[in-house]
């Protein structure tokens, strides 16, 4: 896990149009409409990812702060997505909350993934007992994407957001998550990244990636500590892949001293966390059917 922005996770909007001219619905697609729907898009997915982060109605100064945009532009955004059921406005406070409507969009990808009930609230309370920022990545192209981070007590915890990427080869979670790959896959994907990357510490830092795996491996989980003081560390364990779960994992990061100090403590705790999972849908099922008889009369 090392310092860094989202500013490289580059995608245009020629590439997600397919083409600068294409056949939409009633009109062609201009290159400036492609361009508008997909920052409408971003915005709408940032702004659930904030809510998912604040775990609380917001006004529309908070979103406008904290999506980076005007006023007018988050008030529009709100304004469209409670027109379709997805934002409830409380009148007495004129904040904006998700409606449910919004948490049965992937209930079923948990219910495949064989992830219990609740475990959001069992990533909190990981992150309560170490005293911790916990998170969950996924493998997105060359980068590790922080889907759900719960953030440590402290203001110094909190140092990686929901939604922002670091390249594979640069973070403890992407090492996790590169274990099953070849030596020689992870050194093609080093190369790949200080190619692509602006970031001149994600390049300086890839080459190190192949010893951090092979290091991974043979612990059984993941680290990687920042060279200097104000640099960040993480530790992080890779779930089964079973079904749609599939290149996921779940780490700890906070400051690269406290971390490196605390990873005799961490690294066990993390480790039964993940082997305490359903494998897979058909273990879970198993697992409850299991339950059900032990507490039935």
């Known amino acids: 896990m090392t310092d860094g922005t989202d500013s490289d996770l580059g995608l245009s909007a020629v590439a997600l149009a397919g083409a600068e001219m294409g056949e939409f619905p009633g009109h062609p697609l201009r290159l400036d409409d492609a361009e508008n729907m997909l920052k409408s898009s971003f915005r709408t997915m940032a702004l659930f990812e904030f809510f998912a982060d604040l775990q609380r109605p917001a006004s529309i100064g908070e979103i406008a702060e904290n999506l980076n945009m005007p006023q007018s532009s988050a008030s529009a955004l709100a304004k469209s997505l409670q027109d379709s059921g997805y934002l409830e406005r409380d009148v007495a406070s004129r904040a904006f909350y998700p409606t449910l409507r919004v948490s049965f969009l992937g209930d079923w990808l948990l219910k495949m993934a064989g992830l219990p009930e609740g475990f959001a609230d069992n990533l909190a309370r990981l992150s309560e007992t170490l005293g911790e920022t916990?998170?969950?990545?996924?493998?997105?192209?060359?980068?590790?994407?922080?889907?759900?981070?719960?953030?440590?007590?402290?203001?110094?915890?909190?140092?990686?957001?929901?939604?922002?990427?670091?390249?594979?080869?640069?973070?403890?979670?992407?090492?996790?998550?590169?274990?099953?790959?070849?030596?020689?896959?992870?050194?093609?994907?080093?190369?790949?990244?200080?190619?692509?990357?602006?970031?001149?510490?994600?390049?300086?830092?890839?080459?190190?990636?192949?010893?951090?795996?092979?290091?991974?491996?043979?612990?059984?989980?993941?680290?990687?500590?920042?060279?200097?003081?104000?640099?960040?560390?993480?530790?992080?364990?890779?779930?089964p892949s079973r079904g749609v779960r599939r290149n996921l994992c779940v780490g700890v990061g906070g400051p690269a001293e406290e971390i490196a100090a605390k990873e005799a403590e961490i690294a066990p705790v993390l480790r039964g966390f993940v082997a305490g999972l359903p494998r897979s849908i058909e273990d879970a099922i198993l697992g409850r059917a299991a339950l059900s008889r032990l507490v039935s009369p």
């Open 134 to 239: 916990v998170f969950l990545a996924m493998r997105n192209g060359i980068y590790s994407q922080y889907i759900y981070t719960h953030h440590g007590a402290g203001p110094v915890r909190k140092h990686v957001e929901t939604g922002s990427v670091r390249p594979l080869v640069c973070a403890a979670t992407g090492y996790a998550m590169l274990i099953g790959d070849t030596d020689t896959d992870i050194g093609k994907l080093v190369r790949r990244t200080i190619h692509e990357v602006d970031n001149p510490f994600w390049k300086e830092t890839a080459p190190a990636a192949v010893e951090g795996v092979q290091t991974a491996r043979a612990k059984g989980y993941a680290v990687a500590i920042g060279p200097t003081r104000a640099s960040t560390g993480g530790i992080a364990v890779a779930l």
